[in-house]
């Protein structure tokens, strides 16, 4: 599967986006845990936020805990991230990954596909 990432862009701080995250050719992600990861320039990729396959259980980095929120889509083949109350700090390109996991864990590291990244910028 390939992932396709939409829904970056600029905005101004304290604006919301929601960014999008589908599996190319309608393939199911049932069995797979989904997720976000972020790279701003000079620095690393980190993560963001994941969800469990069948979406039951969610994690989130300090810094998205209470501003971002991340959902399945009903039909498996993808994953969205709600950010609201964005900040200059959370500029950054967005990656969407998939990880085999059918135990409801969260955890994306090594993930199996790999997004091409969106553009997230805010301005102060």
């Known amino acids: 599967a390939r992932l396709v990432e939409s829904g970056g862009g600029l905005v101004q701080a304290g604006d919301s986006l929601r960014l999008s995250c589908a599996a190319t050719s309608g393939r199911t992600l049932g069995l797979y845990a989904m997720g976000w990861f972020r790279q701003a320039p000079g620095k690393d990729r980190e993560f963001v936020a994941a969800?469990?396959?069948?979406?039951?259980?969610?994690d989130y980095a300090d810094f998205a805990q209470g501003r971002f929120t991340i959902t399945r889509d009903n039909d498996q083949t993808g994953n969205y991230l709600q950010m609201n109350n964005l900040k200059p700090e959370d500029t950054a390109v967005y990656y969407c990954?998939?990880?085999?996991?059918?135990?409801?864990?969260?955890?994306?590291?090594?993930?199996?596909?790999w997004g091409q990244g969106t553009q997230l910028t805010v301005t102060p």
């Open positions: 990954a998939a990880k085999f996991d059918s135990t409801f864990r969260t955890d994306i590291t090594n993930p199996e596909y």
């Open positions: 969800i469990s396959y069948a979406g039951t259980f969610t």
